[in-house]
């Protein structure tokens, strides 16, 4: 009998899959606009080569009266909402009609029996399950004053599952750049900060890598070109931002008196706000495969760092991980020493930022309000 309830039992599918070598993030809110639509219990991504993604998702259940069927169709509708390609149900109900229902519309079965034998097999004591990093978090008792730490987390997970690329990218570098700052300035929290910053930024991986997916098998230039504006103005990277700025503006410009005087105006004030972004930061780095290859593999390692049990630097990250948080450090202007090292290591003697493998020594603006009035 399996003796996993309700969180116990998505943290041991979370450990399944992702021992199948996926990306899987627990308790993920899914909205539409500024609505909340439901949580996925458990969503999962995976970089199978340069030009392929795989989203899937899975509904765990496990009480008493699971209404299997009611959850295969729940289940199958939001994947076709969300656009993964595969849907999982993990149920404790064994009827063997309810396995045909869910073969006859795609959805796959983590059965009774399955789920008893992985219960035996799987540790899932070897990191910090979501209760125990969510009870880390709330033993701060400031936290939803300072700027409501679960919320920023909440958003940047729903971010990844909800929105596309770029947004989605946005939107997790706003976390990172929220708990990297709060690492530097919160001493008596900063292993706390630090552990989210980490896991903000293994979103943000995921997030630009899925942006990235559109751009394989164009020249550097373009990717480059893509990556600026994706950055730069939050759209899918097809330029669809803009271009309705620059049809607003024609619309001032050709339909108001001064119109051509006050559109050019905004127009160069709108360059200045978006100028700030420093969106180069990310494109000089990631326009090269060579570099955006390591997103997906840095963020599995960024998220397991940031659910460690004990010392979250007790082992040296690797030298990909470095580079990517350093770009991204750089990116929303915080120190590299902040995400790099920690409280413990913090008198520690360092590189030059611009002996750091694989990154440059830019020092930018953080994102700006322009950037998250795009998301």
Request: aromatic share 8%; with cysteine; glycine share 6%.
């Amino acid at each position: 009998m399996v003796t996993h309830k309700g969180a116990a039992l998505e943290e041991l599918v979370r450990a399944y899959f992702a021992r199948q070598g996926f990306f899987v993030v627990r308790s993920v809110p899914y909205r539409f606009g500024n609505d909340d639509v439901t949580d996925l219990d458990v969503w999962m991504y995976s970089r199978q080569a340069a030009s392929a993604r795989f989203r899937a998702i899975v509904d765990v259940k496990n009480k008493k009266t699971p209404k299997a069927f009611e959850r295969i169709l729940w289940t199958k509708g939001l994947q076709a909402a969300l656009g993964c390609d595969r849907a999982f149900v993990a149920t404790t109900d064994t009827s063997a009609s309810m396995v045909q229902f869910a073969q006859s519309q795609k959805v796959a079965v983590l059965s009774k029996s399955f789920l008893e034998r992985l219960s035996k097999k799987l540790e899932v004591d070897s990191r910090l399950t979501l209760e125990q990093f969510t009870t880390a978090v709330q033993q701060y008792r400031s936290h939803k004053q300072d700027g409501d730490w679960l919320g920023v987390l909440r958003d940047a997970k729903s971010a990844v599952a909800s929105l596309s690329g770029f947004p989605a990218f946005n939107k997790t570098m706003l976390a990172f750049s929220f708990f990297a700052s709060r690492a530097e300035i919160r001493l008596q929290h900063r292993d706390l900060a630090t552990r989210c910053a980490l896991l903000s930024a293994a979103l943000a991986c995921i997030a630009l890598d899925g942006a990235l997916e559109r751009f394989v098998f164009d020249d550097v230039e373009k990717r480059f070109a893509g990556l600026i504006d994706g950055v730069t103005y939050g759209d899918g990277g097809d330029g669809r931002v803009k271009s309705s700025i620059d049809t607003a503006l024609s619309v001032i410009a050709e339909g108001m008196a001064n119109g051509r005087a006050v559109a050019s105006q905004a127009r160069e004030q709108l360059a200045r706000r978006f100028a700030e972004i420093r969106a180069d930061v990310i494109a000089e780095h990631f326009m090269r495969e060579h570099n955006a290859q390591h997103l997906f593999v840095v963020a599995r390692e960024l998220d397991e760092r940031a659910h460690a049990v004990g010392d979250i630097y007790e082992k040296p990250l690797s030298v990909e991980a470095r580079s990517i948080l350093g770009v991204f450090a750089d990116f929303v202007a915080v120190k590299r020493l902040v995400v790099f090292r920690g409280s413990s290591h913090e008198t520690q003697a360092t590189a030059p930022q611009s002996q750091v493998e694989g990154n440059e020594a830019a020092v930018v603006a953080p994102p700006s309000s322009s950037q998250q009035d795009l998301l």
